[in-house]
């Protein structure tokens, strides 16, 4: 079930290498699927010329729908790394936009540390409480120079 969860969720987050090795792998599956089917394309047109198609269609189609949901997935998480909406992957829609976000998908790092998505997939649990650390520091200094200004 857990490798169910790291190919459908959309919630959480996912690095960049992640996210290149998982859309390495569905693009390795759709086209492993379309060779063996092309392997056996004699075979199938022996029958009647067409069948071919039809297998083609009948087997790669359902795989394109499940790795479509599935790259989804990724791009939505890989958008929660950046801190940002899933809702953000519309820009695909927008020419020259839909550049801009695959640069930023492929090659911009995540946010450092924990966001409004989830931990940082990235860092160890001891730089995640460093962080963390260094963020509570930082709130308070804030907070007491804010008592100080208004004395």
Known sequence: MKIL???????????????????LAIYGVLFGSILVIGFFRDTLNQERPDAFIDYLVALVGPLVIIMMVSGLSSMVRRLHDLDKSGWALLWNFVPFANIWLLI?????PGIRGENRF?????ASKEVEKEIKDER???????????RFDRN
């Open 5 to 23: 969860k790291y190919f459908f969720s959309f919630s959480g987050r996912m690095g960049r290498l992640s996210f290149f090795l998982h859309h």
């Open 118 to 122: 989830g931990s940082d997939p990235t």
């Open 104 to 108: 930023q998908l492929y090659f911009i």
């Open 136 to 146: 509570f520091i930082n709130r308070e200094r804030s907070q007491s120079k804010e």
